[in-house]
């Protein structure tokens, strides 16, 4: 694993280690342990799990797409992600690992069409829910299938060099959660001062951000999640060890001292729930 010298002090080391290494490598020869016994009841709910994922993703291919959803009942797509095909893009992993080689062909060449480059609404860009669902997508995507599909990379690298504007000071440590992808920068709903973001917003994208620098070989993803995830760290909070609710976009100040494992900022803590002892992604020195 690159090892990339994103801080110098010995508190980043510390952080990085216990912190920012939750990565799980996936293998392209398969998910689960080679030589894996599976009983007879597991490979029949195996198989209806795959046939009710295959359905369900045949009528969103059918009545949803190019939509980021579908709607069941009224048989028709809307869109609730930028309308980028929110669905096809976050579903590219789970077809791959059932197997649904044809679907998962087709989605990832749906996928190297999107125009990443402006919201396809009038919305703005979630910088949380478009780093874990199309940056994500696309990563596993090309690490499920060997690393070797280069355009989607490059796509992911495109999409992750936009999501980079949510830190337009080189002095900022904390992201602004929501962005104009076409004029690249952040959106305010009041003044920048006022600004805040979710500890889920700002402390999960040290995963994918993180696996972008580890294949593009350039660290300034991983060093922009590296930052906001020590700003959280290194809040004043409560509850020693409980990072508050939100902090201040500039500032870093708590802006809401409740804590919790509930939604809002679970994602915070989600990465580290597969890590692996061995990774090391982001030591420094």
């Known amino acids: 694993m690159t090892r990339f010298n994103v801080m110098g002090s010995l ?35 195996q198989n209806e799990v795959k046939k009710v994922f295959a359905s369900a993703y045949a009528d969103y291919m059918k009545f949803g797409f190019p939509f980021d959803e579908v709607r069941p009942v009224a048989k028709r797509g ?40 402006k919201s396809q609404t009038n919305d703005s860009v979630s910088l949380f829910e478009t780093t874990i669902r199309y940056l994500g997508g696309m990563l596993s995507a090309y690490e499920l299938s060997g690393s070797k599909n280069t355009a989607l990379l490059k796509q992911a690298r495109t999409l992750g060099d936009k999501l980079l504007t949510a830190w337009p000071d ?21 003044k920048i001062s006022s600004a805040e973001i979710l500890i889920a ?9 993180g696996r972008l620098s580890h294949h593009t070989q350039n660290p300034k993803y991983l060093r922009q999640a ?60």
């Not at 080391?13 to 599976?38: A, D, M, R």
């Not at 930028?82 to 669905?87: E, I, K, L, Y």
């Not at 998962?104 to 190297?112: A, E, K, P, R």
């Not at 917003?201 to 951000?209: D, H, K, S």
Request: include cysteine; glycine fraction near 8%.
């Open 170 to 190: 080189p002095r900022q440590n904390l992201p602004f959660p929501q962005l104009d992808f076409g004029r690249n920068r952040p959106v305010f709903k009041k």
């Open 226 to 285: 590296v930052k906001a995830m020590q700003a959280i760290m290194n809040s004043r909070s409560t509850f020693p060890g409980l990072a508050g609710f939100s902090l201040a976009v500039q500032s870093q100040a708590v802006k809401n001292d409740f804590a919790t494992w509930g939604g809002g900022a679970e994602w915070r803590f989600d990465p580290k729930k597969g890590q692996n002892p061995a990774d090391r992604p982001c030591i420094s020195d």
């Open 11 to 45: 508190r980043t080391s510390v952080i990085c280690v216990l912190f920012f290494s939750s990565v799980v490598y996936t293998l392209s020869s398969g998910v689960q342990k080679p030589g894996l016994v599976q009983s007879s009841l597991a490979k029949e709910r």
């Open 201 to 209: 917003e700002a402390g999960t994208l040290i995963l994918e951000l």
């Open 78 to 117: 809307q869109n609730t992600r930028n309308g980028w095909s929110a669905t096809l893009v976050d579903s590219l992993d789970t077809l791959f690992i059932m197997g649904l080689k044809n679907e998962f062909d087709q989605g990832v060449s749906h996928t190297l069409k999107i125009d990443f480059s």
